[in-house]
T-cell receptor, first 110, second 114 residues
Framework: GEDVEQSLFLSVREGDSSVINCTYTDSSSTYLYWYKQEPGAGLQLLTY?????DMKQDQRLTVLLNKKDKHLSLRIADTQTGDSAIYFC??????????FGTGTRLKVLA | DAMVIQNPRYQVTQFGKPVTLSCSQTLNHNVMYWYQQKSSQAPKLLFHYYDKDFNNEADTPDNFQSRRPNTSFCFLDIRSPGLGDAAMYLC?????????????FGSGTQLSVL
């Protein structure tokens, strides 16, 4: 079945860039997403990319998509303590079906 | 602000005692979803409603039921909670069910089973 994999933890210093990686298996996914989950809260959509794009930039966020390798990454520039959260990669299989990764816990050290 | 609201934030129930979790939305979205998220795991879709049409995922246990009395409200009923049902339950909505429908999540209900 389809699977979305992420590394579990990432620790960076405040002001540095963070790069969170994700691999997915469904080559037919049309859109790929990054969601952020703060402690005790629901998931919040950060950004998404259409599968025919290689890169999307949105302020401090840069999404890179390597469709050949089925690899998606999220780069956060100038990481702040408020960026500490769990980041989920998700792919859309079509219609209502989203497959989420297990999440990467980002810890930002002051 | 339009939003998805889940009540209660924390719910404690006893083994085998029925429990209902609530979700309401002011977005007027057609689709409402229930996800189960266990610690350090990905959210797992249990079922969703498109308007009044109920769609159950194949691997969702019969112990889990849902009701959607109107557009705004959706309930998750766990008929006989087991210890393995302790999890965060997330309600989400989307405007429709086509590709690239963004999901809007509530804050979740953390369910404990004693």
């Amino acid at each position: 079945g389809e699977d979305v994999e992420q590394s579990l933890f990432l620790s960076v210093r405040e002001g540095d860039s963070s790069v969170i990686n994700c691999t997915y298996t469904d080559s037919s996914s049309t859109y790929l997403y990054w969601y952020k989950q703060e402690p005790g809260a629901g998931l919040q959509l950060l950004t998404y990319i259409f599968s025919n794009m290689d890169m999307k930039q949105d302020q401090r966020l840069t999404v890179l998509l390597n469709k050949k390798d089925k690899h998606l990454s999220l780069r956060i520039a100038d990481t702040q303590t408020g960026d500490s959260a769990i980041y989920f990669c998700a792919e859309n299989e079509g219609t209502y079906k989203y497959i989420f990764g297990t999440g990467t816990r980002l810890k930002v050290l002051a | 602000d339009a939003m998805v609201i889940q009540n209660p934030r924390y719910q404690v129930t006893q083994f085998g005692k029925p429990v209902t979790l609530s979700c309401s939305q002011t977005l007027n979205h057609n689709v409402m979803y229930w996800y189960q998220q266990k610690s350090s795991q990905a959210p797992k879709l249990l079922f969703h409603y498109y308007d009044k049409d109920f769609n159950n995922e194949a691997d969702t246990p019969d112990n889990f039921q849902s009701r959607r009395p109107n557009t705004s409200f959706c309930f998750l009923d766990i008929r006989s909670p087991g210890l393995g049902d302790a999890a965060m339950y997330l309600c989400a909505t989307s405007r429709g069910a086509t590709t690239n429908e963004k999901l809007f999540f509530g804050s979740g209900t953390q369910l404990s089973v004693l």
